[in-house]
């Protein structure tokens, strides 16, 4: 059984950072990781999507966001820089784990960013 929770969600100002956490219960090792937002009442947007040697982001986010993971804490991070108040969503990471197919989501954090 893989669990994934998520942390660091918050409320900054414009032009703030946070740091969101993403870590993986178990033994089995992170493989894929892709973090989304949604915001209530819209689609849920991929934001970035990592494989243990390369990453790829969204438009919106490239250049601000950097994802980053921790093998040995079977964690995956984004950092978010330069915030501004239409990021405001909760980000959901999903994981999949060497040797299964399935998707392992998180809980979601809400982050908001003020004017």
């Known amino acids: 059984q893989v669990q994934v929770v998520e942390s660091g969600g918050g409320s900054v100002q414009a032009g703030g950072s946070l740091r969101l956490s993403c870590t993986a219960s178990g033994s089995a090792r992170i493989n894929w990781v892709t973090w989304y937002r949604q915001v209530p009442g819209k689609q849920r947007e991929l934001v970035a999507i990592?494989?243990?040697?390369?990453?790829n982001y969204a438009d919106f986010v490239k250049g601000r966001f950097t994802m980053s993971r921790d093998n040995d804490k079977n964690a995956a991070y984004l950092q978010m820089n330069s915030l501004r108040p239409e990021d405001t969503a909760v980000y959901y990471c999903?994981?999949?784990?060497?040797?299964?197919?399935?998707?392992?989501w998180g809980q979601g954090t809400q982050v908001t960013v003020s004017a």
């Open positions: 990592s494989s243990s040697s390369s990453s």
């Open positions: 999903a994981v999949t784990v060497v040797g299964r197919a399935a998707d392992y």
